[in-house]
């Protein structure tokens, strides 16, 4: 007959098992077998911080569809969030000498995942806002910015080699830079022209803002990742059509999909012609946000000339203009 204090050797054995983990770090097992026996259960809405989570939205105006605007936004930096987790795996591993090309392949296909889910779901900012809300509520919120998103541009650096992302008319003379040159390359990083006042050819105080709060970080972040961004990974390890593949999509998905929704997003609510878009006053968006002007592409070596003459063009004309 059984009673209350038999243990079964299962229970047992993950005792002995407890006290040898506990015991190689000096500790003891009985006082942490009290906080076990005192402690409340876990429950979802804690465990995910849910009732902070939820405070986290704080409209600026009275317009309901602020919120929406808010929470799509919290929801992107969510995503990046999981991205630069891949980043920082493949650090970790760079380290340690251990990445190969599955698990370089790996990281790749989940960051793509994440964006194909932002992009997918961006509709939620193009059509799921009404116009004149927009239109109202957004210039309360000046100068703030998705432009400001310094995940976005972490994510550039730690994709690619940092020629990649400065402006395109140098990209070629600083093609073999070393770690020593990327203080002088961040200087040149294509965002810096991205907030321009179209009539003074000053930087915003959107731009301003951004360089105060990120520069020093982006900079240490190039140099920690200068032997480890996928690019570089991508020349120590065998490259397979998969991987090969993975790569050309994350190009497409960060440089291609993910601005031009965007760009998509502010002709909907900004603009209604396509022929204001060149007469546009304020700042120099309708230059920034389309791929075929800037050209950020992140591994050239994958795509063919013509590919690469024909960057984002394709998507622009079928999805912004409805051209076919």
């Known amino acids: 007959m059984h009673t209350k204090t038999d243990l079964s050797p299962e229970i047992i054995e993950k005792i002995q098992l407890l006290q040898e983990k506990y015991s190689s770090v000096g500790q003891d097992l009985v006082s942490y077998l009290d906080g076990l026996l005192y402690a409340d259960f876990l429950t979802y809405w804690d465990y995910i911080n849910l009732d902070t989570l939820l405070t986290l939205q704080q409209p600026k105006t009275p317009f309901p569809d602020e919120e929406i605007f808010i929470i799509y936004h919290q929801i992107t930096e969510l995503y990046f969030k999981l991205s630069m987790n891949e980043f920082k795996r493949l650090k970790i591993e760079s380290e340690k000498g251990s990445v190969n090309t599955e698990f370089l392949h790996e990281r790749v296909r989940r960051i793509n995942r994440y964006f194909e889910a932002l992009t997918h779901s961006f509709n939620i900012m193009v059509d799921g806002m009404d116009q004149a809300e927009f239109l109202q509520f957004r210039m309360s919120l000046l100068p703030a910015s998705g432009f400001q998103s310094g995940q976005y541009r972490k994510i550039e650096i730690c994709s690619t080699s940092l020629d990649r992302i400065v402006h395109k008319d140098i990209r070629e003379k600083y093609a073999d830079h070393n770690k020593s040159d990327i203080p002088n390359l961040a200087k040149h990083l294509y965002w810096r022209e991205g907030a321009i006042e179209v009539k003074t050819g000053k930087k915003t105080l959107t731009l301003r803002q951004f360089e105060d709060k990120y520069d020093l970080e982006f900079l240490e972040l190039a140099k920690e990742f200068f032997n480890c961004n996928i690019r570089s990974l991508s020349r120590e390890v065998q490259m397979t059509d998969e991987l090969k593949q993975a790569?050309?999509?994350?190009?497409?998905?960060?440089?291609?999909?993910?601005?031009?929704?965007?760009?998509?997003?502010?002709?909907?609510?900004?603009?209604?012609?396509?022929?204001?878009?060149?007469?546009?006053?304020?700042?120099?968006?309708?230059?920034?946000?389309?791929?075929?002007?800037?050209?950020?592409?992140?591994?050239?070596e994958l795509w063919t000339d013509e590919e690469l003459t024909e960057w984002g063009k394709g998507w622009v004309k079928r999805e912004v203009f409805g051209i076919k």
Do not use: C
């Open 247 to 300: 790569m050309r999509w994350l190009d497409v998905n960060v440089n291609i999909n993910w601005p031009l929704m965007h760009y998509k997003s502010a002709i909907r609510y900004l603009q209604k012609d396509v022929e204001d878009i060149a007469a546009t006053g304020g700042t120099n968006w309708q230059k920034y946000l389309p791929p075929r002007f800037q050209k950020r592409i992140f591994y050239p």
